[in-house]
């Protein structure tokens, strides 16, 4: 298991990035991990302009990171649904396990429901695996199976171990 701590630096970030680690948790310590990516933004912002012969022959990696509770809102999710048949069909069938209509919370509230954790977390789970979905159906499978990094925050790092059929 890898761990953002405060000590965390862009060295290190750069590092796993460059691993072949398939799954990534981060722990529920925001603050740590609000600190090192903003150490690492500014050491980047500051770093000297490289030029398009600086990147020959890189080969990027993509990553991906899936948000925890407090990231839902009132209307999340009511156009991937209308556009990808699979992401309807996960609201569906969590609506069927969780015994109401979770998408029509998630689209239309009321927010104070939508807030509430035993609401919330099931909606960000399922929005996270419905974006995850959205991009199959617009860029294909292939852009899925070259990630190199699954991440979450707190309730994320669910979303990000079944991103990675951990």
């Known amino acids: ?7 965390t630096t862009s060295a290190m970030l750069c590092l796993l990035a460059s691993s072949s680690v398939r799954a990534f948790v981060a722990p529920s310590a925001r603050r740590a991990v609000s600190r090192t990516v903003v150490k ?9 302009k490289a030029s398009d012969t ?16 407090g990231a839902q809102f009132v209307g999340m999710c009511g156009e991937v649904v209308e556009t990808v048949p699979a992401a309807k069909a996960l609201f569906e069938e969590a609506s069927e396990i969780l015994g109401y209509d979770l998408l029509e919370l998630c689209t239309n509230g009321p927010k104070e429901k939508l807030d ?10 399922v929005a996270s695996m419905a974006a995850v979905e959205k991009l199959k159906q617009e860029q294909g499978q292939d852009v ?6 699954a991440m ?15």
């Open 54 to 69: 600086d990147f020959d022959g890189f080969s990027s990696k993509i990553s991906f990171m899936f948000p925890g509770q």
């Open 152 to 166: 979450g925050l707190s309730l994320g790092e669910y979303s990000a171990l079944c991103f990675a059929d951990a």
């Open 116 to 125: 509430s954790t035993e609401v919330s977390q099931p909606a960000i789970f």
């Open 40 to 48: 690492a933004a500014a050491e980047a912002s500051t770093a000297a």
């Open 144 to 149: 899925l199976d070259t990630a190199t990094c």
């Open 1 to 7: 298991m890898i761990r953002f701590t405060t000590t």
